[in-house]
């Protein structure tokens, strides 16, 4: 199956997306209700695709190395640590994990 079409599909997608987002009007953005809703969509999406790549795997929920990444990356984050901090923690969290034999 040649998958070369949908990739192209996915991209006009994307870009179509995208373009709509410069189309609407600054009137509407204006609107403090529309822009606290805007807020807070990005921020669900994030944490969902946060706990979905951390604790999934195929159909299965699957508890690893990942979700100790993610918890030590959390706790850096509690404690204000800059972001490059924060991925590094969440990186050795996880080879410790993993060189305990945990996922």
Do not use: E, Q
């Not at 870009?15 to 805007?38: F, H």
């Not at 999406?45 to 690893?64: C, E, F, I, P, Q």
Request: proline residues 4%; aromatic residues 6%; glycine residues 8%.
């Amino acid at each position: 199956m040649n998958l070369w079409p949908w990739i192209l599909l996915a991209c006009v997608l994307a870009y179509a997306t995208k373009l709509l987002g410069y189309l609407v009007p600054a009137k509407l953005m204006d609107n403090p209700r529309i822009s606290r809703v805007a807020g807070t969509l990005t921020i669900g999406l994030l944490a969902s695709l946060t706990v979905v790549n951390a604790m999934a795997s195929g159909h299965a929920v699957v508890l690893d190395a990942r979700l100790g990444a993610l918890a030590a990356a959390a706790i850096a984050l509690l404690l204000r640590a800059p972001f490059l901090v924060v991925v590094l923690a969440g990186a050795a969290a996880a080879a410790g994990l993993r060189l305990l034999g945990w996922g």
